[in-house]
């Protein structure tokens, strides 16, 4: 009896230990093995990590059919079935096919000129679209400003207490040095740029796509610190028609439409907006820390198709009349008092032809016209009053080969401003630019591409630039990239800046052509990107390191005769790095953005840290999202303390948002809780001093909205 009760175990225990079979498989393309691609049992409902050599083992099955997902960022995943025990002893191959439809994969880059996908791009290229770029716009439908400010290692620089002007400041430089471009379009530059990115709504854009250092090669002078192109929508294969209703708890409506259709060889666009607030003082100061202003925006585009010329023609016309300071005044309560008034008219012309010439050869011609009106009047009947007309031509010449890619071109911009102010400074100028550029995309094998550029730009009043360049990515695997890049910038003088901005141009002199020159740059970036997924959560890590050097930069001194711009004895160096870390996993999102900024003034020998420039700040973003149903979205962003021009030390802070939006087929609402936190400067800091009917304005590096609740409508037909 014990014979037959040790024989049956052992038979039972034989039998269980030859149901256990192991997997052993090798991950691969067929460029090579796959290391960090990932295989998951659905019946074990467990998975494992390939390892360097793209070798997983998986122990444990049990006989028969056992199902298998294998995945790896940027590949196709595939299911794949094996009956246990298998045949064979010998390793298993399975081989993933790169992904053709991935959305990352798919998104077109214009600004580099090349039209190539964002992950083939050697230059680093920054995309906020699609969903992002919805969820932005339900946080602000009114401007671009807060859809610029929350990413990573971008800061829009508040430059008026009451008007709320600001500016865009790229990895702690002055807004001055970002170049802002519509649709490839230098349309906002010099005076131009004042109140830009507050009059510019996102509701026709897109996708807005940011490149970070020097970039004067592709555009001419201006994009020291980086450019912004934002990217109009145009007609589709489906009509849209759509409409948003936004209103906020600070007095602010934005009613928005945009209209857009193919018809064969004929194409239409067209937007219009009206913004509008009432004056909003949330600390019961006094001041208005929002304005009270309307808008006015209209934007057709015209389309024509054909089978080897492509052209569109379109205007924009903006108008808007603004007034912050003294609440009280504005609302009629008392006859005087300390005011901020802007009224301006915006009107541009944009030209772009396409024409086919060969297969691989297309001519371009674009044109673009701008007019700017602006009458800027405050207290004691001081007023600033200008208008500026300035044009941009462009002809290249794009040829394409089978592992290269040349774009060869000539253009002229002019800048003319004239002073209407009945005064002694008139600030009045007229530049002219005459640019040559080469561009060359190399790919001599399918892992490594090398772009290198040179534009040569002669500049009235103050002589010839010479613009290098260079790009450079390698990629190791499907979901490892490396990229270097550099390159050379420059900036023209004018007095149109924060500073400037700041004083509302009181007493500040005319550029002196004969004693100032151009500023000028040399930096670079270095970049790593990392894509992964253990099981199903989906991992992506961007590490850049960046230096951007700015040598006699423009600095305000202060005399007897007024307030001079001058280019200064010294440097200014930004250096630093951004990590972008995203995770994914079923409808959530999380994405954490860090940005260290060392951002020195090196004048006469002495080096000091750059007012208004955080060290340290860090975005989080946590979305849930069921796909044309629902979002869900919580943010939190922390700034480290920042230097003052007084030589003060601001506050650190935090602000944080949570936004809604239930989705139906043709219509979604949502809701908007905007620095839920109450953060404002005003509640543990100062923004002016003396009285309030003639305040002296401190540095605005906080906000002074504090918490803001908007919500609203959008019809989609």
């Known amino acids: 009896m014990k014979i037959f009760l040790l024989s049956t175990l052992f038979c039972c225990i034989t039998s269980l230990l030859n149901a256990q079979n192991t997997l052993k498989a090798v991950i691969k393309t067929d460029q090579g093995p796959l290391a960090g691609a990932s295989i998951f049992w659905k019946e074990g409902a467990k998975g494992i990590v390939a390892d360097t050599t793209g070798l997983v083992v998986l122990p444990g099955m049990p006989n028969g059919k056992q199902t298998f997902v294998v995945s790896y960022v940027g590949m196709q995943d595939k299911t794949i079935s094996y009956t246990f025990p298998l045949a064979t002893d010998d390793v298993v191959e399975i081989e993933l096919e790169e992904a053709g439809h991935e959305d990352e994969e798919e998104v077109i880059v214009t600004t580099t000129r090349t039209s190539r996908t964002i992950l083939n791009t050697p230059t680093r290229v920054e995309i906020i679209s699609g969903e992002e770029l919805e969820e932005k716009g339900n946080m602000k439908p009114g401007d671009i400003r807060m859809l610029l400010n929350e990413s990573t290692g971008i800061q829009t620089q508040q430059t008026s207490a009451t008007s709320y002007n600001s500016s865009i400041r790229i990895q702690g430089l002055d807004g001055r040095y970002t170049q802002i471009l519509r649709d490839g379009f230098p349309l906002y530059a010099g005076f131009s740029g004042g109140l830009s990115i507050m009059q510019i709504a996102p509701l026709d854009l897109r996708p807005v796509e940011v490149i970070k250092g020097s970039s004067s090669t592709l555009y001419g002078g201006g994009a020291i610190a980086g450019l912004v192109n934002l990217v109009s929508k145009t007609p589709g294969d489906k009509r849209e028609i ?256 924060e500073e400037s901005e700041r004083l509302q141009f009181r007493s500040v002199l005319p550029i002196d052509v004969n004693r100032t020159e151009n500023e000028r740059s040399i930096g670079g970036n270095f970049d790593i990107n990392y894509r992964t997924s253990l099981g199903e959560v989906g991992f992506s890590i961007n590490q850049l390191f960046f230096y951007t050097k700015l040598n006699k930069p423009l600095v305000l001194f202060t005399s007897g005769f007024g307030n001079e711009f001058k280019n200064a004895e010294g440097h200014i160096d930004t250096k630093g790095m951004e990590t972008n870390i995203k995770f994914t996993y079923a409808d959530f999102k999380l994405f954490i953005g860090y940005t260290y900024a060392d951002v020195e003034t090196n004048f006469n020998g002495v080096k000091e840290w750059f007012p208004l420039t955080a060290k340290h700040r860090l975005n989080n973003v946590l979305m849930y999202e069921i796909e044309e149903k629902l979002k869900l979205g919580l943010e939190a962003y922390y700034f480290s303390p920042q230097r003052l021009n007084d030589n003060t030390k601001g506050k650190p802070y935090w602000i944080a948002g949570f936004m809604a939006e239930k989705i139906w087929e043709r219509f979604s609402v949502y809701i908007n809780f905007e620095n839920f936190t109450n953060t404002r400067q005003s509640r543990f800091d100062t923004i002016y001093t003396g009285n309030i009917d003639n305040p002296i304005f401190r540095d605005i590096y906080a906000p002074v909205e504090g918490f803001v609740v908007n919500g609203g409508i959008k019809i989609k037909l």
């Open 242 to 497: 759509s409409f948003l209703a936004n209103g906020t708890t600070a007095g602010g409506l934005d009613l928005s439409g945009f209209y857009s259709q193919r018809f064969s060889k004929v194409g239409v666009t067209v937007f219009g907006s009206r913004n509008s607030n009432k004056a909003f003082d949330p600390a019961n100061i006094g001041l208005t820390a929002i304005p009270e202003f309307s808008r006015y925006t209209i934007n057709p585009r015209l389309f024509l198709y054909g089978k080897k010329l492509n052209a569109n023609i379109g205007f924009s016309y903006i108008t808007e009349d603004r007034i912050g300071g003294n609440v009280d005044f504005i609302k009629g309560k008392r006859p005087t008092g300390y005011f901020e008034k802007n009224e301006s008219d915006r009107f541009t012309t944009q030209l772009d032809i396409r024409y086919q010439m060969a297969e691989n050869t297309t001519f371009n011609l674009r044109n673009s016209y701008s007019r700017f009106d602006r009458r800027l009047s405050s207290v004691t009947n001081y007023a600033f009053e200008g208008v500026q007309q300035s044009s941009f031509s462009e002809l290249s010449l794009n040829y394409n080969r089978s592992k290269s890619q040349w774009i060869v071109g000539l253009n002229f911009l002019s800048d003319d401003f004239n002073e209407n102010t009945n005064s002694n400074l008139k600030r009045d100028y007229d530049y002219n630019t005459y640019g040559a550029f080469i561009q060359n995309t190399w790919q001599p094998v399918e892992k490594f591409t090398l772009e290198t550029g040179l534009r040569g730009d002669y500049v009235s009043e103050f002589g010839f630039e010479l613009l290098p360049r260079f790009s450079a990515m390698y990629r190791f695997t499907p979901a490892l990239t490396l990229r270097l890049g550099g390159g050379a910038g420059y900036k023209t003088p004018t007095v149109f800046n």
